[in-house]
């Protein structure tokens, strides 16, 4: 497959992603049990999809070994988020943090940023925290988080590694072009999120 085709194919798997229905990932507090709901929690809901896919799509821009470093971070922190919220742990802004993580991680792509690996990290793993309490916090009373909990990591994962692998068309002009937009449309649809957080 020559490099067009792939560029093409990249910019139709990235502008499904950001049209499809907004739908938040936080259903009922109650409703989520065992492996495959929480596999299927995180890809349910946009809100959740703009930043993990972003967070893949900028590590590519920033390239080795912040590639696999970010992805890598989100998950592990957003499982101890996700502890919190099994526990009962508060945390406040919960709704407001998820959806500002994707205007700042747009941000970040759009304007191509190149902080210090551990300034992305951080800011990462700041915003993974919030990503996992949301989760947690919807784990039924009485049942095991365990499965639940390895669903959603994966599932993370996997929405990195889709960032990743569309990020990679930043070695081309083009790509890299079509990169800065999607970072503009992963900002607008966080900035969509947070003023509906906010109403």
Not at 24 to 53: C, N, Q, W, Y
Not at 67 to 79: G, N, Y
Not at 102 to 122: D, H, K
Request: glycine letters at 14%.
């Amino acid at each position: 497959m020559d490099s067009k085709k792939r560029l093409i194919i990249s910019l139709i798997l990235l502008l499904t992603l950001i049209v499809a229905t907004p739908a938040l990932a936080h259903i009922e507090r109650g409703e989520a049990a065992g492996f495959f709901t929480g596999l299927s929690h995180p890809v349910s809901g946009l809100d959740h999809v703009l930043a993990m896919v972003a967070v893949g799509l900028w590590g590519a821009q920033l390239g080795a070994p912040a590639m696999w470093l970010l992805p890598v971070i989100f998950p592990m922190v957003m499982a101890l988020g996700g502890v919190l919220g099994l526990l009962g742990i508060p945390l406040p802004f919960v709704e407001v943090a998820i959806a500002l993580s994707a205007v700042l991680l747009g941000i970040m792509v759009m304007s191509e940023a190149r902080p210090p690996i551990a300034v992305a990290a951080i800011l990462v793993g700041f915003f993974a925290v919030f990503h996992g309490h949301a989760h947690g916090t919807e784990l039924p009373v009485g049942q095991s988080g365990l499965l639940y909990s390895m669903g959603f990591v994966m599932a993370t994962g996997c929405l990195h590694g889709i960032g990743i692998a569309i990020g990679l068309i930043h070695r081309w002009p083009a790509g890299k072009i079509a990169l800065r937009i999607a970072g503009a449309g992963v900002a607008l649809g966080g900035a969509f999120f947070l003023w509906g957080a906010f109403y």
